[in-house]
């Protein structure tokens, strides 16, 4: 490839020996352009990127431009291209001077035809193409390097700083120009983490060593402010291309966000995400740890296990924001009634766990659950809410519970299930005999989940009595189970698992459908009943469809509303009083009645009471079955009341005359009892129906009318 040259003179002989010497070239000749004057070349330099040129000779002193203005003005327009001025001998000093400005040599007038002129052009355009494409690569590495996120740092043989990229200026806080040529432990200031001694630069190292070295770990870089940060790096020696050691260069990176990142997800996979208590990972570790310690010193821990009664209400009728409020709330209250040694965990739901370590006594732990319970008995403020809430509590303790973390846990957990079997609000400590009560209640669970498919379920009905007439009023559906081996099962074996697990409310609305169905086919064949009652566990009440649910059952059966009485208990009704309230209007609003089960067993409020839209109070049997006791005075209390709210007042659990009397003479409304009947069958009831009941209310009626 041809090379092409401008020639820029006004000497005619200058310019034809050039041409002659250069086209004659034996290794290939090259292309001339000429022109006369300064004007002339920088209009053709204007056109040199449609057709470059690779070199040109220019003799200063032109017409139209002399001496050093003529190569500046020049090489505004030709600084990539290698520029040979044409001088005598005599012009030493402007040919130095032309050579500082940029030039790339100088040619003697006088010995232009030698040989050597082609030659030494062509080395000039080959140096200068050397010399761009060193600067291209240059400018791409120093690109390249200012633009990664790495810091790079180098040095010379004896440590000193001779370069720094864009990020290791950001994170050293030193510029190029005050870091140059200071010792790199200067502007790299390291220390360690934990001792805060200095650390000794690796670059050190590896101009020692001549091999590549890794920063020590635990090592923060201070920066030239005085801030910090971790960092990670990697070193390596410089060497020139006779393999001779010239320096050394440093990479690293800030680590201070890893390093955050990794100690968070180390946190999270400890820590419950809602409450930041220690999770069952966590729990498990410090239960093992604590048994560890206590197994050396031959000392006893205890650990309770905590469920939040009757959360799940809170849950369903006032939204998970609320829920998970309280769970932080109950979560403080429960870390400051422990000590800092002792650990409170949250299992998941509201479920927690509180390890009381360090010799703990059965006394100890009972202090500490009691007080567990009166905290949580405080109501709880969460947003515009007034929440009520308790706490069911199992005990276990080492070593005469379980030996490990996992006996202990699953021991505290059945002790809790016995504490909520005792009415919650309470706790119970481990007895072996739990374990017995705890396979059994697994069994019923698993049994209970096929046993509405398989059609195991029947409605027994008890009858109420007119107490005064002795005639059958109402009846109330009562759940049995015809297990096929285990034989007919009572509400009070099955129906606490069945509100666990939470298989009460399908149970609960097949219940529902099928005490309307019967009352409807009742009232087809001519029986005369006030109402079906049928009783409405918590979980039900609290639903947010659960009225939606009465009034299907009652469309799809075609039974009046006002057959159909509701028995709700006191402890659910007050549980959350306004809200007890706004449902029972809903309820009211369909026509059905309303009755209060259990009453007089909870911690109501005769202000409340009044103002809900009640039509029967149930006193409940424990009352009537020790009546002629202290516990009379409370009956005729309730049925005064009763009467004065103009509320119907029915008596449970009548087995005996002398009961009987007693609600008589004090005017009772109605009751029922095994005085009068148990439970029956839908087909038994309809006997009684046809035939009545024989009972001492009949008895003394038809001694009234023989006297008569």
């Not at 995400?273 to 031959?298: C, F, K, M, V, Y």
């Not at 009415?423 to 209970?448: C, D, K, P, S, T």
Request: hydrophobic share 45%.
């Amino acid at each position: 490839m041809s090379n092409r040259v401008l020639i820029i003179t006004g000497n005619t002989s200058d310019a034809a020996t050039l041409e002659d010497v250069l086209e004659s070239a034996q290794d290939g000749p090259f292309l001339i352009e000429w022109v006369t004057s300064l004007a002339q070349a920088l209009q053709r330099l204007e056109a040199h990127n449609k057709q470059p040129i690779d070199a040109i000779m220019v003799d200063l002193d032109l017409p139209d431009s002399q001496g050093l203005a003529t190569f500046d003005k020049l090489f505004v327009l030709a600084s990539s291209i290698p520029i040979l001025t044409l001088s005598t001998l005599e012009d030493d000093q402007q040919t130095w001077e032309v050579i500082q400005r940029g030039a790339q040599g100088c040619l003697s007038k006088g010995h232009f035809s030698s040989y050597l002129v082609p030659q030494s052009l062509r080395n000039i355009i080959q140096r200068k193409a050397v010399e761009e494409a060193l600067f291209v690569e240059k400018a791409r590495a120093a690109l390249t390097l200012n633009s990664i996120s790495d810091a790079v740092i180098s040095t010379d043989i004896q440590g000193n700083v001779d370069y720094l990229n864009s990020a290791a200026k950001q994170m050293t806080g030193w510029l190029f120009e005050d870091a140059q040529g200071l010792p790199i432990d200067q502007v790299m200031r390291l220390v360690n983490v934990t001792t805060r001694e200095s650390v000794a630069n690796p670059i050190f190292k590896v101009l020692k060593d001549d091999a590549c070295k890794l920063l020590a770990s635990g090592t923060v870089l201070v920066r030239r402010d005085g801030s910090e940060s971790a960092i990670e790096d990697s070193v390596a020696p410089i060497h020139d291309s006779a393999g001779h050691l010239k320096g050394a260069v440093m990479v690293f990176h800030d680590m201070t966000a890893t390093h955050a990142m990794t100690e968070k997800m180390a946190h999270l996979a400890q820590h419950d995400a809602l409450t930041n208590l220690p999770n069952r990972a966590l729990l498990n570790d410090r239960i093992n740890q604590a048994i560890a310690l206590a197994e050396r010193s031959g000392s006893s821990l205890a650990l309770l296990f905590l469920d939040l009664d009757n959360f799940k209400h809170i849950n369903d009728s006032l939204g998970h924001g609320v829920g998970d409020h309280l769970l932080q709330a109950v979560a403080l209250r429960l870390s400051d009634c422990v000590r800092s040694s002792d650990t409170v965990s949250r299992l998941g739901g509201d479920e927690f766990v509180v390890l009381l370590s360090e010799s703990q006594s059965a006394e100890d732990a009972a202090r500490t659950a009691e007080k567990i319970l009166s905290t949580l008995a405080a109501s709880f403020s969460i947003g515009q809410q007034q929440l009520h809430i308790t706490a069911s509590i199992g005990i276990s303790t080492y070593p005469n519970d379980a030996t490990v973390a996992e006996g202990l846990i699953k021991n505290a957990d059945t002790a809790m299930y016995r504490a909520k079997e005792e009415g919650r609000n309470n706790y119970q400590f481990f007895h072996q005999e739990m374990n017995i009560h705890a396979v059994e209640r697994q069994l019923i669970e698993a049994h209970l989940r096929t046993a509405m498919e398989n059609s195991e379920f029947i409605i027994h009905y008890q009858p109420k009595i007119d107490l005064q007439s002795g005639k059958i009023t109402s009846a109330e559906a009562l759940l049995r189970w015809q297990h096929p081996a285990w034989g007919m099962i009572l509400p009070a074996r099955f129906i606490p698992v069945a509100e666990a697990c939470g298989l009460i409310v399908p149970l609960g609305r097949w219940v529902l459908l099928q005490a309307c169905g019967q009352a409807k086919r009742w009232e087809n064949c001519g029986y005369q009943l006030d109402s079906v009652a049928v009783n409405i566990s918590a979980l039900e009440f609290r639903r947010k469809d659960f009225v939606d649910s009465v009034e299907s059952a009652l469309r799809v059966t075609g039974l009046d509303p006002k057959n159909l009485q509701l028995e709700i208990t006191e402890s659910v009704l007050m549980r959350d009083a306004q809200a007890s309230a706004t449902i029972l209007q809903q309820l009211k609003a369909l026509g059905v009645e309303l009755a209060v089960d259990d009453f007089g067993t909870g911690y109501s409020s005769l202000s409340y009471l009044s103002q809900f839209p009640i039509d029967v109070l149930k006193i409940d049997q424990s009352f009537v079955q020790d009546i002629h006791n202290s516990n009379g005075i409370i009956v005729s209390a309730v049925i005064a009341m009763g009467n004065s709210l103009k509320q119907r007042v029915i008596a449970e659990g009548i087995e005996d005359s002398g009961q009987l009397d007693f609600l008589r003479t004090h005017h009772c409304s109605e009751g029922q009892g095994f005085l009068f009947s148990r439970p029956v069958s839908a087909h038994d009831f309809a006997n009684l129906l046809r035939s009545g009941i024989s009972s001492p209310i009949n008895t003394l009626h038809q001694a009234a009318r023989s006297l008569g």
